[in-house]
C-alpha cells in the first residue's frame, strides 16, 4: 500500500521560511516522479516543484529561486525548502508521486501525472 504523509506545514510572516516534508511508504522516491503541488481557497491545484527519478528539479515560476524540492532517498522522503515567502503562498500543500511526468505529451504540472497524493499540509502566511 502506498502512502505518502505530509508534514511542517504552519503560520510564518511573510519573509519567513518553512519546509514541508512528504514521507513515503510502498513507493521509491529515488525511482519515480515526485511533485509539489498546492491549492489556495477558490483556486485550482497547481503544479509548483517536481523532481524525476534522474534528480532533475523543476519549478513553477511562481516560486522559481525561493524554493528547493530535494529527496533523501535512504528516507524515502521528499522535501520542501520554502524561503521568502510571501502571503500569496498560503495554501495547503501536497505531496503527489507518479511513475513519470515528463516527456512527449506529459507535463509535471499536471495533477493527472501523478498515481498518489497525501493529505495536505496547509502553508499560512501573514503580512
Known amino acids: 500500500q502506498v502512502r505518502l504523509v505530509e508534514s511542517g506545514g504552519g503560520s510564518v510572516q511573510a519573509g519567513g521560511s518553512l519546509r514541508l516534508s512528504c514521507v513515503v511508504s510502498?513507493?521509491?522516491?529515488?525511482?519515480?516522479?515526485m511533485g509539489w503541488f498546492r491549492q489556495a481557497a477558490g483556486k485550482e491545484r497547481e503544479g509548483i516543484a517536481a523532481?524525476?527519478?534522474?534528480?532533475?528539479?523543476v519549478y513553477n515560476d511562481s516560486v522559481k529561486g525561493r524554493f528547493t524540492i530535494s529527496r533523501d532517498n535512504a528516507k524515502n522522503t521528499v522535501y520542501l525548502q520554502m524561503n521568502s515567502l510571501k502571503p500569496e503562498d498560503t495554501a495547503t500543500y501536497y505531496c503527489?508521486?507518479?511513475?513519470?511526468?515528463w516527456g512527449y505529451g506529459r507535463s509535471w504540472r499536471n495533477s493527472y501525472e501523478y498515481d498518489y497524493w497525501g493529505q495536505g499540509t496547509q502553508v499560512t502566511v501573514s503580512s
Open positions: 523532481i524525476y527519478a534522474s534528480g532533475t528539479e
Open positions: 510502498g513507493y521509491s522516491v529515488s525511482k519515480n516522479c
Open positions: 503527489a508521486a507518479g511513475p513519470l511526468c
